[in-house]
């Protein structure tokens, strides 16, 4: 008699030269969580494997971090995309490339203005090829988001704030308050 039906959904991935492509997402938040820097230098460890760093989210006070990250990362030959507020904004606002934008573009980082939701996998696949553009600019193609899923965000990852649904952490400094 039938007393269990194990039931398995498996989405396969696709060869490239008789090998599984896989594809492995690592997050973290530095305002709570340490950044395995060395082993993420290290991952790239053959001509098989693409390494992306993306610094995400990146807004003005944190950019300095962002870029000394991206230096780290880029001497290690990874690929290095910086998006955020401060690119986005200050590429918009300011009529030349501020210096500090400047010089990262100069040393190899690619840096993303605009929202991304639908340029994301076209990004990506550039990455992954090896034919990253030093800027990309999505200001005037701005994403329909009415459409989108709401993002799941890991559980275990918001226990780590002081107020579960909101990302501000312990360690953030300052009164929280922006005019937006
Ligand atoms: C929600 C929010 C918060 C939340 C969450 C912040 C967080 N860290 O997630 C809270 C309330 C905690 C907060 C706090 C602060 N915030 Co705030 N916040 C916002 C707000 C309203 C929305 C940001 C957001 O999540 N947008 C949605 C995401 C999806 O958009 P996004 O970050 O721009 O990312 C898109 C693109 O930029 C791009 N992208 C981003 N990263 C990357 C990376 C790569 C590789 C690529 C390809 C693309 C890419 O793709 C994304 C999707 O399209 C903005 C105002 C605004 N309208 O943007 C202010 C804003 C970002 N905050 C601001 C400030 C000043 C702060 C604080 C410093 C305030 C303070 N004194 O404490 C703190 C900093 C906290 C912190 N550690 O980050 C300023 C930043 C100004 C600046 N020059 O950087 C803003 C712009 C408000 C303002 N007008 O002053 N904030």
């Not at 969580?33 to 494997?49: E, G, L, N």
């Not at 991206?70 to 606002?93: D, N, T």
């Not at 040393?107 to 605009?114: C, D, N, Q, R």
């Amino acid at each position: 008699m039938l007393r269990n039906v194990q039931l398995f959904l498996i989405k396969p991935s696709q060869y490239d030269d008789g090998y599984v492509v896989q594809v492995k997402i690592h997050m973290f938040d530095e305002t709570v969580d340490k950044i395995a820097v060395k082993s993420i230098c290290r991952s790239q460890r053959s001509d098989y494997t693409r390494t992306i760093v993306c610094l995400a989210g990146v807004q003005t006070s944190q950019f300095p971090r962002a870029a000394d990250l991206a230096r780290i990362f880029l001497r290690a030959g990874l690929k290095v995309m910086i998006g955020g507020f401060h690119v986005s904004g200050y590429l918009s606002l300011l009529s030349e490339i501020p210096p500090d934008i400047q010089q990262l573009l100069d040393e190899g980082v690619t840096l993303v203005k605009g929202e991304v939701e639908e340029a994301w996998r076209d990004l990506l696949c550039d990455a992954v090829h090896g034919r990253l553009r030093p800027l990309y600019d999505f200001m005037s193609d701005k994403p329909d988001l009415y459409e989108k899923p709401i993002p799941v965000i890991r559980k275990e990852y918001l226990r780590k704030f002081v107020a579960p649904t909101s990302a501000r952490s312990t360690n953030t400094r300052g009164n929280g308050r922006h005019a937006n």
